[in-house]
Structures are given as C-alpha cells and as structure tokens.
C-alpha cells in the first residue's frame, strides 16, 4: 500500500503500479518481475549446481580440511565453494545422456588441494573392514614435502550416501597403515571411492631446498580407486 509524503508525493505499491520520487519528480512504474528461465541449457546448470552442492555436503568433513587453506587464500570463499569451484570443470561432473541426470566421475574428483606434494604409487587393498594403504615413497625429497605433513583418508560410498575420514601417520611414517572400515559401510555391501592427501601440521620458514609451509596446507587428493566392500555377515 502506498503512502503520500509531506509533499504529496507518492511512495510504494498502489494497484499494479510501483510509485517512486526521484530528483524530486513523481515517477510510476510498474512492477519488477525476475524472470525464471527455463531452458534445457539454463536447467542443466542448475541441476549441476544442485549436483555438486550435494556432492559438498556429503564431502564436508574432507572438504573442510582440504580446502581450507585454498578458501582462506580465495577471499569471499567457503572451503565447499572452493571445492565446487575446483570440479566444476575438470570433469569429475559428468551428465549422462540416458539418465538426464549428472553423476560423479569418481578418478577426477578433488576433495581437497594445494601446494603440499602427493606422491605417485600409493594403493590400497580391501581387506574385509579393512583397508591397507602403502606408500612405497612418501617424496620426501621433493621441496613441497616435510616429514611432519599428516597422511588423510576419505572413503566416500555414493549409495548412503556417507563418508568416513582417517587421519593417518605422518609422512615419515606413511609407508604403510591400516583403517577399519565403519559398520554401516560394511553392512551396506556396496562400493566406496578412496582418496588420500597429504596436510601441513606446522610452520616451517622456506630453505635452499624446501618450500615455506603453512599449518593446513594441503596436496591435491590422490584417487586411489574404487573397491567393493563385502557385506558384513550377522
């Protein structure tokens, strides 16, 4: 409803016109309507934002600590935003044609990133609830990598969905551990995507042969693979 001012101006909505003052002059509109479109190209976007926001919920807990540092240096940034901006476009979003629907291309995904090093040749095995990690070379001797730099799993089962995060040896212990699968993982008899990293504990001042590194720090993840877990007898 409008109202008239000291002088006789007009103010607000009256019927389907909008009354505004502007430099003094008595101005009539009408109402401002935000369009909704809804085109097949304009609703793929927004399923994929959809997609991916779900994605980085279900991830929070990695995505947390894997993109903190990555938000921290991205001002205005969550960690899920950084981790949304990150694979939007490296093909870890897939559409499938016959679904209509998008879908994860597990081996592309980044659940976290950064400077720290992450070295090639690590494998896991499944093992029952178990899942044994081996990292033949922690790449100790890259400039990006300290011994002190902590090992993280996240093990992600798409179907619950759930994820279970590991924070593991450090890297000059890394070569070789084991994490114990969660019941409900277990029991569910499906699959889980495992990705490792590595994260900066402590600050250490840059050398001739070693990078500055700050607390929270992390390396891009490492797809290790996807495995079937067996289901849990009762």
């Known amino acids: 409803m409008s109202k008239i001012d000291a002088n006789g101006m007009e103010h607000g909505r009256r019927g389907d016109k909008i009354y505004v003052v502007l430099n003094g002059q008595q101005i009539k509109k009408d109402p ?7 085109t097949p190209a304009q609703q793929m976007h927004r399923a994929k934002l959809a ?3 779900r994605l980085s919920a279900h991830l929070a807990e990695a995505v947390n600590l894997g993109f903190a540092r990555v938000a921290e240096e991205t001002k205005k940034q969550t960690p899920r935003n950084a981790f ?3 694979n939007w476009d490296n093909g870890s979003l897939r559409w499938n044609e016959e679904t209509s629907l998008w879908e994860l291309s597990p081996e592309r995904l980044l659940v976290a990133n950064g400077p720290r090093h992450i070295p090639y040749g690590m494998t896991v ?3 029952g609830n178990a899942l044994h990690i081996a990292c033949p070379d922690a790449g100790l001797g890259n400039m990006d990598a300290v011994p002190d730099d902590q090992l993280l799993l996240a093990v992600y089962l798409p179907d619950l969905p759930a994820m279970a995060l590991y924070r593991g040896p450090l890297r000059d212990h890394c070569s070789r551990c084991t994490f114990e699968l969660p019941e409900e993982m277990c029991a569910s008899g499906s699959t889980v995507h495992v990705y490792a990293w590595f994260r900066a504990t402590c600050f250490h001042r840059a050398t001739g042969t070693k990078s500055q590194v700050r607390p929270d720090q992390s390396s891009p993840s490492r797809y290790l693979g996807t495995f079937p877990i067996p289901t849990s007898p009762h």
Do not use: G
């Open 125 to 127: 095995e499944v093992e």
């Open 51 to 53: 997609f991916a926001n």
């Open 32 to 38: 401002y309507r935000p369009s909704n479109p809804r």
């Open 84 to 86: 949304v901006k990150t």
